[in-house]
């Protein structure tokens, strides 16, 4: 019996994990109908249905999902044993707030403790196919699906609080949580229930919050507190530098909000001494910084 092409191999894998014949033809760069000739082919040498094909999508077989389950196990294993010999950067997945106000912040630290180690950075805040993406190491929080095959590893809780410019805190007079009632609230598109996780975790339900303006991403929202607009409700993390220096102030404190960051690492570069040295950093980091209640 002759052995099937691994060209076709390759091709009915990602077309049954993608269930799409243009989706795998883009992965694999190559056309729609090569995709359907390797397919075809594999089926003739097997001797056995392995796609069934309609207009609107593409299934496989009962035949086909135990051999694409085999087929993705088998080209991530060849990818991972490839990954650790192979050198070259890394590649660290954060949200654009993250990065900016947490994140660069401290990577000179990380090049004087590892010089030698090579990290690209991707801005992202969603789930991550690591079969696909060129990812190695991702920040992610904690209601975000993690990827197949991978084990989150915890981080920290989210801590969560109002801040403000010290200005507008003198100005509106804000001494009690009652007084966030006449203030200017402040709010961002991307987290629109922060203000309620913050009343509901520190136990304050009689406030009634009134959002005056709401923001597209976090540093955004962060910028309009420090330019005096009125009061954001942000993840302490993403204010630790403000709040040293004195741009920002935090009446109240902060929280553990109900969400919690974890890490997300790359199957196939977890043996890698690299990536070992990039999480541990990271770990380390993160508790040092944002463990300890302030």
Not at 27 to 56: C, F, Q, W, Y
Not at 61 to 67: C, D, I, N, Q, S
Not at 117 to 141: H, K, P, Y
């Amino acid at each position: 019996m002759p052995r099937p092409s691994l060209n076709a191999l390759r091709a009915f894998e990602a077309t049954a994990r993608l269930r799409s014949f243009g989706d795998a033809a883009e992965e694999l760069s190559v056309t729609h109908g090569a995709i359907s000739r390797h397919i075809r082919s594999l089926e003739d040498t097997l001797g056995v249905l392995l796609l069934l094909r309609n207009a609107h999508s593409t299934e496989p077989t009962p035949e086909g999902a135990r051999l694409a389950d085999g087929l993705s196990r088998a080209f991530n294993l060849i990818l991972a044993s490839v990954e650790q010999v192979r050198p070259g950067p890394l590649t660290l997945s954060c949200s654009a707030s993250i990065m900016m106000y947490w994140l660069l912040p401290r990577l000179a630290k990380l090049h004087r403790k590892h010089p030698s180690l090579e990290v690209s950075l991707n801005t992202g805040s969603g789930e991550i196919d690591f079969s696909r993406e060129t990812i190695s190491v991702a920040i992610r929080l904690d209601t975000f699906k993690p990827p197949k095959d991978v084990e989150p590893k915890p981080l920290i809780d989210e801590w969560i609080g109002p801040v403000c410019s010290p200005e507008y805190m003198r100005s509106t007079m804000i001494r009690t949580p009652d007084d966030l009632n006449r203030a200017r609230l402040l709010a961002t598109n991307t987290r629109p229930g922060a203000w309620q996780d913050w009343i509901d975790t520190a136990g304050l339900t009689e406030l009634r919050p009134a959002i005056a303006e709401s923001f597209e991403h976090f540093y955004l929202l962060i910028q309009a507190a420090k330019c005096g607009l009125g009061v954001a409700n942000v993840p302490r993390m993403l204010v630790r530098d403000e709040l040293d220096s004195g741009a920002l102030v935090a009446p109240f404190g902060f929280v553990p909000g109900p969400r919690k960051l974890v890490l997300w690492v790359a199957p196939h570069l977890e043996a890698r001494p690299q990536t070992a040295a990039l999480v541990d950093w990271l770990c380390a980091e993160l508790l040092e910084m944002e463990g300890v209640p302030s």
